[in-house]
């Protein structure tokens, strides 16, 4: 079985470099549940799901969905996952709209030491186990790991910005 700990389906580009990652890991994670979207290949998924306009279904496993009450009082949800598919380990990356390698904390790719990625969905609806919702940019069957209200008054920042040329100070 692919563990995705050494290559995904784009392998790895001239200039990329890969971390010896641990033996063992630090700590333990429980997938809470699975994202559904219509995405069965990397190549398919919007690089972000502001790109996306599909309907998409996150499927709360039975234990944990007592956890969902009054979720329904948010317009959006930010959705942490696991990109159980991406390669694992890279800390310098080239991508493909870059004219350079980049370092991985600089960039959203899921290729990453700990491949966890975040969305901030717009939550349509509820129905039991599972929510309807439009903004995720992942593969179909992705682990989730954890649903959390988002707060335009605390989450937001507008006078954020990322310098994509990647100038170094």
């Not at 039975?62 to 317009?75: E, K």
């Not at 990109?83 to 959203?108: C, E, N």
Request: with cysteine.
């Amino acid at each position: 079985m692919d563990t995705g700990l050494d290559a995904d389906e784009f392998g790895t580009r001239p200039g990329e470099e890969r971390a010896a990652l641990p033996a063992t890991f630090d700590a333990g994670l429980h997938f809470i549940g699975r994202l559904r979207t219509p995405w069965q290949a990397r190549s398919d998924c919007p690089k972000n799901g502001l790109q996306a306009d599909a309907i998409c279904t996150v499927e709360v496993d039975p234990a944990y969905a007592p956890g969902l009450r009054n979720v329904t009082g948010c317009t959006h949800l930010i959705l942490l996952y696991w990109m159980d598919r991406a390669t694992r380990g890279l800390v310098i990356q080239r991508p493909r709209h870059a004219d350079g390698p980049r370092g991985t904390f600089s960039l959203r790719s899921p290729a990453r030491p700990n491949p966890i990625a975040l969305s901030v969905v717009e939550l349509l609806g509820r129905d039991g186990d599972t929510l309807r919702v439009r903004g995720l940019d992942c593969l179909d069957g992705t682990p989730l790991l954890d649903i959390k209200p988002y707060y335009a008054s605390t989450d937001a920042r507008p006078d954020a910005r990322v310098d994509r040329a990647g100038a170094e100070p």
